[in-house]
Nanobody, 122 residues
Framework: QVQLVESGGGLVQPGGSLRLSCAAS????????MRWYRRAPGKERESVAV????????SYADSVKGRFIIARDNAKNTAYLQMNSLKPEDTAVYYC???????????????WGQGTKVTVSS
């Protein structure tokens, strides 16, 4: 059974940092690109970052570019999202999922997991 378990969210002040983790199992993690998405209150889900299977290619949404870093450890079947210089507009539930390539937005697996909640507030 495919499992994608997000963790690491919490409450942080503007300008602070958080590191999210995505523990994956039930599929060939090392063959899949991984993407982080978020859904802010009252808004549609959006992609924020993607990384290819080997970890050599990354891409970011304009809204997080220069602040967020996506990474992965294939030996641990885990993807990460380092979030720096956080802003209130980063407040959202964050999700991970696999994609076939870094050029594809639509995820491989469904339904979506629970995600991990990030709240940026003073």
């Amino acid at each position: 059974q495919v499992q994608l378990v997000e963790s690491g969210g919490g409450l942080v002040q503007p300008g602070g940092s958080l590191r999210l983790s995505c523990a994956a199992s039930g599929f060939m993690f090392s063959s899949a690109a991984m993407r982080w998405y978020r859904r802010a209150p009252g808004k549609e889900r959006e992609s924020v970052a993607v990384i290819d299977s080997a970890g050599g290619i990354t891409s970011y949404a304009d809204s997080v570019k220069g602040r967020f870093i996506i990474a992965r450890d294939n030996a641990k079947n885990t993807a990460y999202l380092q979030m720096n210089s956080l802003k209130p507009e980063d407040t959202a539930v964050y999700y991970c999922n696999a994609v076939r390539t870094v050029n594809i937005i639509f995820p491989v697996f469904g339904p979506w997991g629970q995600g991990t909640k990030v709240t940026v507030s003073s």
